[in-house]
């Protein structure tokens, strides 16, 4: 069993950045590869980042490739999504996940999101 909850989230200007963290708890952190989805009003949630449990391979959304950066600390079981360079189509909830079937689509724990606003 893994606990997922959010932070960091809030309001920024376009072209500002934001830290978010997911804190984990449950044995299967470490072992876990962790990602990061998001869902705009009146759109399908989709795939963000993702990070293996070492830390060695990360997968993006085209949309997000260069601006963010998944990164995680398996001592403090965080997992964390670093936004640079924001848009306004970055507005979201932003949810962490934990131990996918599929990288990009399914995930068998889920945390209950954080939002975040980008303002033009």
């Known amino acids: 069993q893994v606990q997922l909850v959010e932070s960091g989230g809030g309001l920024v200007q376009a072209g500002g950045s934001l830290r978010l963290a997911c804190a984990a708890s449950?044995?299967?952190?470490?072992?876990?590869?962790m990602g990061w989805f998001r869902q705009a009003p009146g759109k399908d949630r989709e795939f963000v980042a993702a990070?293996?449990?070492?830390?060695?391979?990360?997968y993006y959304a085209d949309s997000v490739k260069g601006r963010f950066t998944v990164s995680r600390d398996n001592a403090k079981m965080t997992v964390y999504l670093q936004m640079n360079t924001l848009k306004p189509e970055d507005t979201a909830v932003y949810y962490c996940?934990?131990?996918?079937?599929?990288?990009?689509?399914?995930?068998?724990?889920w945390g209950q999101g954080t939002q975040v606003t980008v303002s033009s």
């Open positions: 990070i293996t449990w070492t830390g060695i391979r990360t």
């Open positions: 996940a934990a131990d996918p079937t599929n990288v990009y689509t399914s995930y068998n724990y």
């Open positions: 449950g044995r299967t952190f470490s072992s876990a590869t």
